[in-house]
């Protein structure tokens, strides 16, 4: 008895220390209940909607989702045609991110890896415990409602401001590193994940998988706002008090154009010139309506940024 305790407190005083070495436990504490409520909701949201999508839509269509979730459903096939042994979907996923989540705690952040770390598991314990149920095995029908699902997952985590981990790491990495946006990384996968489709099933389920990873693409752009960028172009005659609000009340930059002149009255205004995001937008109007009413404002979407643009991921 004493030495199954001198064991176990011999394991806590390792653990304890590996894990203040590598940073995990103040990292654990410098995060609010608050924050750990927010994220772990959208993880268990997250994991759910993925199993679904995975055990509803996925594996009864033979269609296949993109980045990691897409590979582990490679990996399962080619293991059960190779092997004749089924690699679980939800053991593959949690070994294709497990070096990645190492790859993200020294190159992007200790906050970022555990809520992505989180999710991770979250999706793979639902994958493992959601039963396979056929709804239907028209594969249209399967990759368009499949990447429904996953669309609105994914949509819902980014919106939270968690990663379902996969491509989004590398990407990530290579971004802070170098500063360029990587879509060739997700290209490159969801290409291979494309050819093991058509050798595996027949090549009209790599066109079912597009479907799904249009689909799925389309519904995460239509949740997640934050990524679309919006020019706001302001004619007004309270400059100070709407560049006030919207530095106290959104954070961003304004560039000021004085001695602007209304062709019809003559009076003399300010043009102010900022760039927000499409979720931004609802607190940007509500700021307008309270800093000056009868300020002309011009609304441009979708606007390409070449320089610094601040982006909150936490």
Request: positive net charge; contains cysteine; charged residues 20%.
């Amino acid at each position: 008895m004493t030495k199954k305790t001198s064991l176990k407190k011999k394991s806590q005083f390792l653990i304890n220390r590996w894990a203040k070495k590598i940073g995990l436990l103040k990292t654990l504490q410098s995060i609010s209940r608050e924050k750990y409520a927010e994220k772990i909701s959208a993880s268990l949201l997250y994991g759910l909607l993925s199993s679904i999508a995975v055990n509803f839509f996925f594996q009864p269509g033979h269609v296949y989702s993109s980045g990691a979730t897409g590979l582990a459903q490679v990996l399962s096939a080619v293991s059960h045609r190779l092997f004749g042994f089924e690699i679980p979907i939800s053991l593959a996923f949690y070994a294709i991110n497990l070096p990645l989540l190492v790859l993200a705690w020294y190159k992007i952040g200790h906050k970022f890896t555990i809520f992505t770390f989180i999710t991770v598991s979250m999706s793979s314990l639902f994958i493992q415990i959601v039963p396979q149920v056929t709804l239907t095995t028209d594969p249209l029908i399967n990759a368009i409602f499949g990447g429904l699902v996953m669309g609105t997952g994914i949509g819902l985590g980014l919106k939270s401001r968690i990663s379902s981990g996969g491509t989004d790491i590398v990407s990530l990495t290579i971004r802070k590193k170098t500063g360029r946006d990587v879509g060739n990384i997700s290209l490159m996968v969801n290409g291979t994940i494309m050819i093991f489709a058509g050798i595996l099933f027949g090549w009209q389920y790599a066109l079912y998988s597009m479907v799904t990873i249009f689909v799925s693409s389309r519904i995460t752009d239509a949740i997640f706002t934050k990524q679309k960028k919006m020019q706001a172009m302001i004619v007004t005659g309270q400059p100070e008090r709407v560049i006030n609000k919207i530095h106290k009340n959104l954070h961003r930059g304004v560039t000021c154009i004085n001695n602007a002149e209304g062709t019809y009255m003559h009076e003399k205004k300010a043009i102010l010139l900022t760039i927000i995001t499409r979720e931004e937008y609802p607190i940007f109007k509500a700021i307008m309506k309270k800093a000056d009413p009868r300020a002309f404002v011009s609304i441009s979407e979708n606007v390409h940024i070449i320089g610094r643009f601040v982006e909150d991921d936490e």
